[in-house]
């Protein structure tokens, strides 16, 4: 009788995650006449760990269309497969929408982008009966997308970087002037009243601005002064 069992040696699995896909299909896109066996040598090579084989490389290169309109993201590197959205036209409005705010720093959160995300599928034509913006909408975006809460980090896009170096050789020349005793910093504090969101949603962690206060008129603040030498005073006022 023949032997019902043989040895045959089993093909190890490798995992690619959502952004390598898009990369290989932008470097193939990029190389249309580089052979896709030397592409899976190039990717193993810049993957260390990886055992990404040709079959894999086809494949991936067939579903290239919906690879290539993914948004890298930090969660996609623990993401493998990607779903098919039922308007891809709207997620890739809104992702190019969501890019520009990051970019201007302005606060972005659920209930902005739900709006938003009404807005478009009106201009888009699509019936409230085909798509419902509910909060399980907003997350699964979110998901898809890689965005999460992040907190504006500090004031440093309120400062001018382009002149800084300028500012401060002028700031010392001024300052070289006045005896130190008579040199103050001063900052008032107040009620943050209409005072934008120190949260908002991104693909990564964002500069934060200076906020803008609105006081009443009338309104009760303390004065707080401190001069070159650490000598400092509280100063109750009205305005």
């Given at each position: 009788?023949?032997?019902?069992?043989?040895?045959?040696?089993?093909?190890?699995?490798?995992?690619?995650?959502?952004?390598?896909?898009?990369?290989?299909?932008?470097?193939?896109?990029?190389?249309?006449?580089?052979?896709?066996?030397?592409?899976?040598?190039?990717?193993?090579?810049?993957?260390?760990?990886?055992?990404?084989?040709?079959?894999?490389?086809?494949?991936?290169?067939?579903?290239?269309?919906?690879?290539?309109?993914?948004?890298?993201?930090?969660?996609?590197?623990?993401?493998?497969?990607?779903?098919?959205?039922?308007?891809?036209?709207?997620?890739?409005?809104?992702?190019?929408?969501?890019?520009?705010?990051?970019?201007?720093?302005?606060?972005?959160?659920?209930?902005?982008?739900?709006?938003?995300?009404?807005?478009?599928?009106?201009?888009?034509?699509?019936?409230?009966?085909?798509?419902?913006?509910?909060?399980?909408?907003?997350?699964?975006?979110?998901?898809r997308?890689?965005?999460?809460?992040?907190?504006?980090?500090?004031?440093?896009?309120?400062?001018?970087l382009?002149?800084?170096?300028?500012?401060?050789l002028?700031?010392?020349?001024?300052?070289?002037?006045?005896?130190?005793?008579?040199?103050?910093?001063?900052?008032?504090?107040?009620?943050?009243?209409?005072?934008?969101?120190?949260?908002?949603?991104?693909?990564?962690?964002?500069?934060?601005?200076?906020?803008?206060?609105?006081?009443?008129?009338?309104l009760?603040?303390?004065l707080?002064?401190?001069?070159?030498?650490?000598?400092?005073?509280?100063?109750?006022?009205?305005?």
């Amino acid at each position: 009788m023949f032997p019902t069992n043989f040895n045959k040696s089993k093909r190890t699995r490798t995992s690619v995650n959502i952004n390598v896909k898009k990369e290989i299909c932008e470097y193939m896109s990029a190389n249309p006449h580089v052979k896709q066996g030397a592409v899976a040598s190039y990717f193993n090579e810049k993957y260390s760990g990886k055992n990404i084989n040709r079959t894999t490389i086809t494949k991936i290169w067939q579903e290239r269309e919906k690879w290539l309109v993914v948004e890298s993201s930090s969660q996609n590197l623990h993401k493998f497969r990607h779903r098919a959205t039922q308007f891809p036209e709207l997620d890739k409005i809104l992702q190019i929408w969501i890019s520009q705010v990051v970019a201007a720093g302005l606060p972005l959160t659920d209930l902005i982008l739900q709006q938003k995300g009404i807005e478009l599928a009106q201009m888009l034509n699509i019936r409230e009966d085909q798509l419902k913006f509910t909060n399980g909408w907003v997350w699964r975006f979110k998901q898809r997308n890689g965005l999460q809460r992040y907190n504006f980090s500090g004031e440093s896009n309120s400062a001018p970087l382009t002149t800084l170096p300028e500012e401060r050789l002028r700031l010392r020349a001024l300052l070289s002037l006045y005896n130190k005793e008579d040199i103050y910093n001063a900052d008032e504090t107040g009620l943050f009243f209409r005072m934008e969101p120190n949260q908002t949603l991104s693909t990564g962690a964002i500069a934060g601005r200076k906020k803008v206060r609105f006081n009443y008129n009338k309104l009760k603040k303390i004065l707080l002064v401190i001069n070159f030498l650490n000598k400092f005073y509280l100063i109750n006022f009205i305005g």
